[in-house]
Every structure is written in structure tokens, then in C-alpha cells.
């Protein structure tokens, strides 16, 4: 059975830093792309980040570039999301996905077939 945990979410203050993590389980995604997604009450899954299979190559909504870094340890079949600098409006919940076969990651969540149950993260002011 395939998983991905993520962990990692917590509450934290504006300025703050947190590093979400997805372990998957169940088989080896080191040939497919991974991403973050989030969430918040009533919106859309809007993609945050995403890694390609080998880690050469990455991608980041602009509400997040400079803050956040996606990087993979296939290795340990693990994802992770360093989250600094962290504001109120990145509260949301976190969800990590991983493509069934495609090795370059894509933007659209409709192209994701494995998902995490999503951790929350709470930033206050």
C-alpha cells in the first residue's frame, strides 16, 4: 500500500521557520516528481513547490520564492519543504503528492496520483 506522511506543521510566529517533511512508503518514488500543495478553508489545492525526479529541478508559485526550498533525498524516499520567513497568509494545510510515472514535475494537482493527508500549519501575527 502506497503512503505518504507528511510532518513537520506546527504553529509558529510571523518571521518563523518550519521544515515539512513526506515520507513515502509503500514503493520508490525516486523516478517521479513530488510536490507541495496547500489548502485553506473554501479555496483550491494550489500548488506551492515541486521537484523532479532527480532533484535538478524545481519550481515555486511566486507567493513563495525566496522563502521556501523543495528538495528530495531519494535515498530515504523523502521530501521536504524549508519554509523561512514564514507569514500568516501561508496558513494553510500542507499536502504532499507524487506524480504515478513522470519524472518532471508538473503544476496542475490534477497531475499528482499519490497524496499525503496534509499537516497544518499555522502562522500567527
Known amino acids: 500500500q502506497v503512503q505518504l506522511v507528511e510532518s513537520g506543521g506546527g504553529l509558529v510566529q510571523a518571521g518563523d521557520s518550519l521544515r515539512l517533511s513526506c515520507a513515502a512508503s509503500?514503493?520508490?518514488?525516486?523516478?517521479?516528481?513530488m510536490g507541495w500543495f496547500r489548502q485553506t478553508p473554501g479555496k483550491d489545492r494550489d500548488i506551492v513547490a515541486a521537484?523532479?525526479?532527480?532533484?535538478?529541478?524545481?519550481y515555486y508559485a511566486d507567493s513563495v520564492k525566496g522563502r521556501f526550498t523543495i528538495s528530495r533525498d531519494n535515498a530515504k524516499n523523502t521530501v521536504y519543504l524549508q519554509m523561512n520567513s514564514l507569514k500568516p497568509e501561508d496558513t494553510a494545510v500542507y499536502f504532499c503528492?507524487?506524480?504515478?510515472?513522470?519524472?518532471?514535475?508538473?503544476?496542475?494537482?490534477?497531475?499528482?496520483?499519490?497524496w499525503g493527508r496534509g499537516t497544518q500549519v499555522t502562522v500567527s501575527s
Open positions: 503528492a507524487a506524480t504515478g510515472g513522470a519524472s518532471y514535475y508538473y503544476r496542475r494537482r490534477q497531475n499528482y496520483d499519490y
Open positions: 509503500g514503493r520508490t518514488f525516486s523516478n517521479n516528481a
Open positions: 521537484i523532479n525526479a532527480d532533484g535538478s529541478s524545481t
